[in-house]
């Protein structure tokens, strides 16, 4: 059976806020568990990744809107909310269509990546001026 393809507006945020597979997984994961404040340890823990990898998905996805951070004493935590109604409305769409079609939204994000980097090794080719 297959998907029913991704609406374009879900497609072109992905694609413009969607860093990364891990990216997607932490928002996931605080978005399923709104009332909660997490650390970085354990989304880390969750998420099968470094603890500094996590920090530095979470500070992303404060600095995209999706999550808020608060500081007490020597803990950062963050939890799910949104800056935007339009901005929560899109996190449900694609947790929706992740369920789903996980393999074509993971596809997608890789394809973002590996443009990404196969750009930056053409930078380094050298070009016979002609």
């Known amino acids: 059976m ?3 393809p ?5 497609r072109r945020f992905i694609l413009t806020s969607v860093a ?9 994961l605080l ?3 709104p009332e909660q404040e997490w650390d970085s340890a354990a989304v880390a823990q969750r998420l099968y ?4 990898a996590a920090r530095r998905l979470l500070e992303e996805l404060c600095t995209m809107g999706a999550l808020a951070g608060s500081r007490t004493h020597q803990r950062v935590t963050y939890r799910y909310w949104p800056r935007h109604p339009e901005l929560a409305a899109m996190i449900d769409l694609l947790a929706q269509a992740y369920a789903s079609n996980l393999v074509a939204i993971a596809g997608l994000i890789h394809s973002k990546t590996d443009r990404q980097a196969q ?9 016979k001026d002609v």
Do not use: G, I, K
């Open 20 to 28: 990364s597979v891990p990216h997607l997984e932490a928002l996931l």
């Open 2 to 4: 297959t998907s029913p």
């Open 119 to 127: 750009q930056f090794a053409d930078a380094f080719t050298w070009r």
């Open 49 to 52: 990744v470094a603890e500094r």
């Open 6 to 10: 991704l609406p374009d507006d879900l």
């Open 31 to 33: 978005r399923s568990w």
